[in-house]
Each structure stands twice: as C-alpha cells, then as structure tokens.
C-alpha cells in the first residue's frame, strides 16, 4: 500500500505560478523509486485527464499538450516527492489537480494509487 499526498494548491491569477507537491510514503521496506509518478487533473463538469508523468529515476517526462512547455515535473527520490511547477497558468487550468503512482509504470489513464486531490483556481 502506498499513500500519496498533494499539497501546493490555491488561488492565482492568470499568468502565475504555482508549485504543486506530492509526497509519497509505504510500508516498511517500500522503495519511492519502484514507482512511476504522475499528475492528473479533473475540472468542474469534466473527466479526469492526464497532465504529466516521469519515470522511475525521472529521466523520461510526459506531457498533454495542452500544458506542453507551460508545466514541468520533477521528482526528488531522496525526498519520496514528485513535483509540479505550473507557469504561465490560464483559466482553464482550473481544477483538482490529483498525484498518482504506479509500479514501474503510470499510463495516461493513471496508476495504482491516488492521492485526494489539490484544487489549482485561475483567475482571469
């Protein structure tokens, strides 16, 4: 069992930056790097999309288009953290921003564990 935590989520006008940040913990024994880190976002009236993921030692990252060159993720396994820096937000960046993580692997539909979620709020 893996227990992921966001934190980082709040209010800001467009064209600003946020941080958001994911801490990940286990049982006795658990490795962070055995996991694949992602983010995952759910606006009002919508589905849940993909935004971004990064492998197991963070040298492979991925992105939705529509956050290409705009959103960064990083992971610091020293930490058991993964990381999101949002920049140059628009309002439709509006939503709950969700951490997951999977075994070796998170696809675009997400993986094995999931976090309850930080809201993320553009304003124009």
């Known amino acids: 069992q893996v227990q992921v935590v966001e934190s980082g989520g709040g209010l800001v006008q467009a064209g600003g930056s946020l941080r958001l940040s994911c801490a990940a913990s286990g049982r006795t024994g658990w490795s962070f790097t055995l996991y694949a880190m992602g983010w995952f976002r759910q606006a009002p009236g919508k589905e849940r999309e993909f935004v971004a993921r990064?492998?197991?030692?963070?040298?492979?990252?991925y992105y939705a288009d529509s956050v290409k060159g705009r959103f960064t993720i990083s992971r610091d396994n020293g930490k058991n953290t993964v990381y999101l820096q949002m920049n140059s937000l628009k309002p439709e960046d509006t939503a709950v921003y969700y951490c997951?993580?999977?075994?070796?692997?998170?696809?675009?539909?997400?993986?094995?564990?999931w976090g309850q979620g930080t809201q993320v709020t553009v304003s124009s």
């Open positions: 997951t993580a999977g075994v070796a692997v998170v696809t675009t539909t997400g993986g094995n564990y």
């Open positions: 990064i492998s197991l030692s963070g040298g492979s990252t």
